[in-house]
């Protein structure tokens, strides 16, 4: 989940910066030489819960903490893992221990040396019964960790796992600050100490949180000299202080970058970006119901849903059909899968094969007396859920199949009705990491009440790929097996992939330096800058 | 008199016990848990996890317990901590949003009752007039616009369009930098257009109510007498018929003092201001008992109080209560 938003923060693949938004010669990048000042304003919808990382789990913190703390590895630009507060690191023969080599020139914001201890301690954190922390479950299947020098970490697995070393990239706490008495009552809670790029200044509880740059930055001192994030609650609202120019970033939605952002006006002053975004939005089957117990029904629905219809009605074409849990371009994913093109005509002739057919003449088909009509559900607060839920009841229904669509308040939405089991089918979106590790989702043990595997997806093979792609660390095996899983699920279709959207950043044109790559826009955040004659903000 | 205003408050206590016990259990029937954020469709949560963390919330105990254990800390005046991530004092963030809150609900019932008080008056002095009804009409569309609505076109005009207003937020950008005139300034500029949209909503009901009053007291017999003694208009209505008509205002100031400290999910969310509303609202979203709890006690309070307070206003304002 850490990783998650990690990635979050600014992931990108780039498949095309907007063309429209390319800027005009006069003030092009790499034009002017970089200069140090200005302020970036960001807007966030949630206000941060919690700036020790450990503790948190919101987007909002997660943003902040990206900037303020390093973990021992990153990735960089495309994705490759890449050391951060480790300068090099190497995993034994027998897959089962990493040693990191640490950065000996880092200090923490407080001028206090960086050293493995920081690190060992952050484990410790990680694992510790008495902290109420959401990351545990990756740390604890290290049998041992130890600090052999100052400047080495070593951890040692009982098994190999393959996620271990992106597990690495979580944020190093400061030991010194911690060690003593409970963390969540520790002023670093509000105030948080890190050794990244941005030192932090202040918090103004609802309105906004104000970073500054760390001259000693062992990369080097960030141009951009503050950052701040203004917590805005209403997404109008965001949008108009954007507008007014009171927001710098800010990402839009398909509906704001295609109508509400196309005006000379808007261009002159922001640069548009888009590019797949880490999810997948998905109509699951309940397939405990003998209804989706079928696998040709499955089959039949899948062609009957227009994938393409989907991203350009609900996402007005910003994003592509998906055909599996990972995202297009991605080194795990596998565009040689089965696919299911839009086609009622097939999808009726399978449903009849499959012994429903219309006896009675209304519209909908039945076998043995039962009607074949199912509730769709999904969560409130969700709009492009709820679209596609309208688009594709409409599709059912010309197959002869009666959806209803019920849109639920999310706690309710998890606790009475996916938790259980107790739903048809459902249309949810998962983010997605570059680690393709999906056994919490697919493997057959994850099918128990509140588990992820909601739809009780039980596949023997399945279960043995997912088993092996975590103990499997070299990434062609990996990839094979990978490769494998994905076949499955696309014969199988437990899920229609519906699409992956994109993420639509916009932002002021007096930034320049931003360069899109396969891990997003913020990755070399440092080295944005404003030209100095651009400059908007002194202090 | 004394003896009647502490009756009065010994009947709160019973009553305030009754209004926790209900609001405790009927959060608690509400489905999720403030762990659910942290743990609900988080591949790395696992279920050991998820009851380690309900032990510490208290969480696994039965409700009864855990409704004891927050009566005993209410005891000490501590609405213990909250279960959101940040674990902070629940007391230390209401107190935080607390003073922005009255300050813009003081502010637009103050704005209410300057603007509707008179356009009560006059319209109930010239019923039936032009006037009358055009102010009818007006303050219905007021009752009517939905406050996010008028909110966000009012911003996209004024502030986008025109740049008259700032948009959202009680402060600029480099605040802090300015003198304290200079600020002063700029936090007003800032709530002109929220304290607006609050105050455009309440004006239909404080207005109608206003004019019905002072209908019902011009009809009244002593108001005869005045014009009878020949008395000018001017003093009949303002110095006879008026205070009468003000009498019942005191009770809806009294019952409006828990809203001073409500404040509005939703034009405090479009705004972005840091109140109470929101606070609440995200608050139950999260299921963060305590500070609901905390939330609810205060505002039982402060109903109680400003009952009390009405009751006792209204006695000493007007003599028929006093010896009635």
Request: neutral net charge; contains cysteine.
């Given at each position: 989940?850490?990783?998650?938003?990690i990635?979050?923060?600014?992931?990108?693949?780039?498949?095309?910066?907007?063309?429209?938004?390319?800027?005009?010669?006069?003030?092009?990048?790499?034009?002017q030489?970089?200069?140090?000042?200005?302020?970036?304003?960001m807007?966030?919808?949630?206000?941060?819960?919690?700036?020790?990382?450990?503790?948190?789990?919101?987007?909002?913190?997660?943003?902040?903490?990206?900037?303020?703390?390093?973990?021992?590895?990153?990735?960089?630009?495309n994705?490759?893992?890449e050391?951060?507060?480790?300068?090099?690191?190497?995993?034994?023969?027998?897959?089962?221990?990493?040693?990191?080599?640490?950065?000996k020139?880092?200090?923490w914001?407080?001028?206090?040396?960086?050293?493995?201890?920081d690190?060992?301690?952050?484990?410790?954190?990680?694992?510790?019964?008495?902290?109420?922390?959401a990351?545990?479950?990756?740390?604890?299947?290290?049998?041992?960790a130890?600090?052999?020098d100052?400047?080495?970490?070593?951890?040692?697995?009982?098994?190999?796992?393959?996620?271990a070393?992106?597990?690495?990239?979580?944020?190093?706490?400061?030991?010194?600050?911690?060690?003593?008495?409970?963390?969540?009552?520790?002023?670093?809670?509000?105030?948080p100490?890190?050794?990244?790029p941005?030192?932090?200044?202040?918090?103004?509880?609802?309105?906004?949180?104000?970073?500054?740059?760390?001259?000693?930055?062992?990369?080097?001192k960030p141009?951009?000299?503050?950052?701040?994030?203004?917590?805005?609650?209403?997404?109008?609202?965001?949008?108009?202080?954007?507008?007014?120019?009171?927001?710098d970033?800010?990402?839009?939605?398909?509906?704001?970058?295609?109508r509400?952002?196309?005006?000379?006006?808007?261009?002159?002053?922001?640069?548009?970006y888009h590019?797949?975004?880490?999810?997948?939005?998905?109509?699951?089957?309940n397939?405990?119901?003998?209804?989706?117990k079928?696998?040709?029904?499955?089959r039949?629905?899948?062609?009957?849903?227009?994938?393409?219809?989907?991203?350009?009605?609900?996402?007005?074409?910003?994003?592509?059909?998906?055909?599996g849990?990972?995202?297009?371009?991605?080194w795990?994913?596998?565009?040689?899968?089965?696919?299911?093109?839009?086609?009622?005509?097939?999808?009726?002739?399978?449903?009849?094969?499959?012994?429903w057919?219309?006896?009675?003449?209304?519209?909908?088909?039945?076998?043995?007396?039962?009607?074949?009509?199912?509730?769709?559900?999904?969560n409130?607060?969700n709009?492009?859920r709820?679209?596609?839920?309208?688009?594709?009841?409409?599709?059912?229904?010309?197959?002869?199949?009666?959806?209803?669509?019920?849109?639920?308040?999310?706690?309710?939405?998890?606790?009475?009705?996916?938790?259980?089991?107790?739903?048809?089918a459902?249309?949810l979106?998962?983010?997605?990491?570059?680690?393709?590790?999906?056994?919490?989702?697919?493997h057959?043990s994850?099918?128990?009440?509140?588990?992820?595997?909601?739809?009780?997806f039980?596949?023997?093979?399945?279960?043995?790929?997912?088993?092996?792609?975590?103990?499997?660390?070299?990434?062609?095996?990996?990839?094979?097996?990978?490769?494998?899983?994905?076949?499955i699920?696309?014969?199988?279709?437990?899920?229609?992939f519906?699409?992956?959207?994109?993420?639509?950043?916009?932002?002021?044109?007096?930034?320049?330096?931003?360069d899109?790559?396969?891990?997003?826009?913020?990755?070399?955040?440092?080295?944005?800058?404003?030209?100095?004659?651009q400059?908007?903000?002194?202090? | 008199?004394?003896?009647h205003?502490?009756?009065?408050?010994l009947?709160?206590?019973?009553?305030?016990?009754?209004?926790t016990?209900?609001?405790?259990?009927?959060?608690?029937?509400?489905?999720?848990?403030?762990?659910?954020?942290q743990?609900?469709?988080?591949?790395?949560?696992?279920?050991?996890?998820?009851?380690?963390?309900?032990?510490?919330?208290?969480?696994?105990?039965?409700?009864?317990?855990?409704?004891?254990?927050?009566?005993?800390?209410?005891?000490?005046?501590?609405?213990?901590k909250?279960?959101?991530q940040?674990?902070?004092?629940?007391?230390?963030?209401?107190?935080?949003?607390l003073?922005?809150?009255?300050?813009?609900?003081?502010?637009?019932?103050?704005?209410?009752?300057?603007v509707?008080?008179?356009?009560?008056?006059?319209?109930?002095?010239?019923?039936?007039?032009l006037?009358?009804?055009?102010?009818?009409?007006?303050v219905?569309?007021g009752?009517?616009?939905?406050?996010?609505?008028?909110?966000?076109?009012?911003?996209?005009?004024?502030?986008?369009?025109?740049?008259?207003?700032?948009?959202a937020?009680?402060?600029?950008?480099?605040?802090?930098?300015l003198?304290?005139?200079?600020?002063?300034?700029?936090v007003?500029?800032?709530?002109?257009?929220?304290?607006?949209?609050?105050?455009?909503?309440?004006?239909?009901?404080?207005?109608?109510?206003?004019?019905?009053n002072?209908?019902?007291?011009?009809?009244?017999?002593?108001i005869?007498?005045?014009?009878?003694k020949?008395?000018?208009?001017?003093?009949?209505?303002?110095?006879?018929?008026?205070?009468?008509?003000?009498?019942?205002?005191?009770?809806?100031?009294?019952?409006?003092?828990?809203?001073?400290?409500?404040?509005?999910?939703?034009?405090?969310?479009?705004?972005?201001?840091?109140g109470?509303?929101?606070?609440?609202?995200?608050?139950?979203?999260?299921?963060?008992y305590?500070?609901?709890?905390?939330?609810?006690?205060?505002?039982?309070?402060?109903?109680?109080?400003?009952?009390?307070?009405?009751d006792?206003?209204?006695?000493?304002?007007?003599?028929?209560?006093?010896?009635g």
């Open positions: 989940m850490r990783l998650l938003w990635l979050l923060l600014g992931t990108i693949l780039l498949w095309g910066c907007d063309h429209q938004s390319v800027a005009p010669a006069k003030d092009g990048d790499g034009e030489p970089p200069a140090y000042g200005d302020t970036l304003l807007g966030s919808i949630g206000e941060p819960s919690n700036l020790l990382p450990v503790l948190a789990s919101d987007s909002a913190s997660s943003d902040i903490h990206g900037l303020v703390y390093n973990g021992l590895l990153r990735y960089d630009k994705l490759q893992v050391g951060d507060l480790a300068e090099a690191w190497e995993i034994s023969p027998d897959n089962l221990t990493i040693t990191f080599h640490l950065r020139d880092v200090r914001h407080d001028g206090e040396p960086f050293t493995a201890a690190a060992l301690f952050t484990y410790r954190l990680l694992i510790d019964p008495q902290v109420p922390t990351y545990a479950e990756r740390y604890r299947q290290v049998v041992r130890e600090v052999p100052p400047y080495t970490f070593r951890v040692t697995y009982a098994k190999p796992l393959a996620s070393l992106v597990s690495w990239m979580f944020p190093v706490h400061p030991k010194h600050l911690l060690e003593e008495g409970d963390v969540t009552q520790s002023p670093l809670v509000r105030a100490v890190g050794t990244g941005y030192r932090f200044v202040e918090w103004v509880p609802g309105e906004k949180v104000v970073l500054e740059a760390n001259p000693d930055y062992y990369e080097g141009y951009i000299h503050r950052v701040v994030y203004r917590i805005i609650p209403d997404p109008s609202t965001m949008f108009l202080e954007l507008r007014n120019g009171g927001l970033l800010m990402s839009l939605t398909p509906l704001q970058y295609v509400q952002t196309d005006t000379p006006a808007f261009r002159r002053m922001f640069a548009k590019y797949p975004d880490f999810s997948y939005t998905y109509l699951g089957f397939l405990r119901r003998p209804l989706f079928d696998l040709r029904v499955r039949a629905l899948a062609h009957a849903v227009n994938k393409q219809e989907l991203v350009d009605g609900v996402l007005l074409g910003l994003g592509v059909a998906a055909t849990p990972y995202k297009p371009g991605s795990a994913y596998n565009p040689d899968v089965r696919r299911y093109p839009y086609d009622p005509d097939l999808a009726r002739r399978m449903l009849e094969e499959a012994g057919s219309d006896s009675d003449g209304d519209g909908i088909r039945e076998k043995n007396g039962r009607r074949f009509a199912f509730t769709i559900v999904t409130q607060g709009d492009q709820i679209k596609a839920g309208e688009i594709i009841q409409r599709r059912f229904r010309e197959v002869g199949v009666e959806v209803k669509l019920r849109v639920i308040e999310w706690a309710s939405f998890l606790k009475e009705f996916i938790n259980p089991g107790n739903f048809d459902t249309i979106a998962w983010t997605t990491v570059p680690d393709p590790d999906a056994y919490n989702v697919w057959s994850k099918t128990g009440v509140g588990e992820l595997n909601f739809v009780g039980k596949n023997a093979e399945v279960d043995r790929l997912l088993e092996n792609g975590r103990r499997t660390l070299d990434r062609s095996e990996r990839k094979a097996v990978y490769d494998r899983f994905q076949e699920l696309a014969e199988q279709q437990p899920y229609i519906l699409y992956v959207p994109e993420a639509l950043p916009a932002v002021a044109r007096r930034f320049h330096g931003i899109p790559a396969p891990s997003g826009i913020m990755y070399n955040f440092i080295r944005w800058y404003v030209p100095r004659d400059q908007k903000y002194q202090r | 008199m004394l003896v205003i502490a009756k009065r408050l009947l709160m206590v019973p009553l305030l016990l009754g209004i016990l209900i609001s405790f259990v009927v959060i608690h029937l509400a489905p999720g848990e403030p762990t659910d954020l743990t609900q469709l988080n591949p790395d949560a696992s279920a050991e996890l998820r009851e380690r963390l309900r032990a510490q919330y208290d969480l696994d105990k039965p409700l009864l317990v855990q409704y004891g254990k927050w009566l005993g800390r209410l005891a000490h005046l501590d609405f213990g909250s279960f959101v940040d674990r902070r004092p629940v007391a230390e963030k209401i107190a935080e949003r003073p922005v809150t009255i300050m813009i609900n003081v502010l637009s019932i103050g704005l209410i009752l300057l509707s008080v008179p356009l009560g008056i006059v319209s109930a002095v010239r019923r039936n007039s006037f009358d009804r055009f102010t009818t009409v007006f219905f569309l009752f009517a616009t939905p406050s996010f609505w008028l909110a966000l076109l009012l911003m996209d005009f004024l502030g986008v369009r025109l740049g008259l207003f700032p948009i937020g009680l402060k600029s950008l480099g605040h802090e930098y003198s304290f005139g200079r600020q002063i300034a700029d007003l500029h800032h709530l002109i257009l929220p304290v607006f949209v609050s105050a455009f909503g309440g004006l239909a009901g404080f207005s109608r109510y206003m004019r019905g002072m209908l019902e007291v011009i009809r009244q017999d002593y005869l007498t005045a014009r009878a020949g008395l000018s208009e001017r003093a009949v209505i303002y110095r006879h018929a008026l205070r009468n008509a003000l009498l019942p205002v005191i009770t809806i100031l009294g019952l409006s003092v828990p809203g001073l400290i409500g404040g509005s999910v939703i034009f405090e969310t479009i705004f972005a201001i840091p109470m509303g929101k606070l609440f609202y995200d608050g139950v979203m999260m299921r963060d305590p500070l609901i709890m905390g939330v609810l006690v205060i505002g039982a309070v402060l109903t109680l109080l400003g009952n009390l307070i009405a006792v206003a209204y006695a000493a304002a007007d003599p028929r209560i006093r010896r």
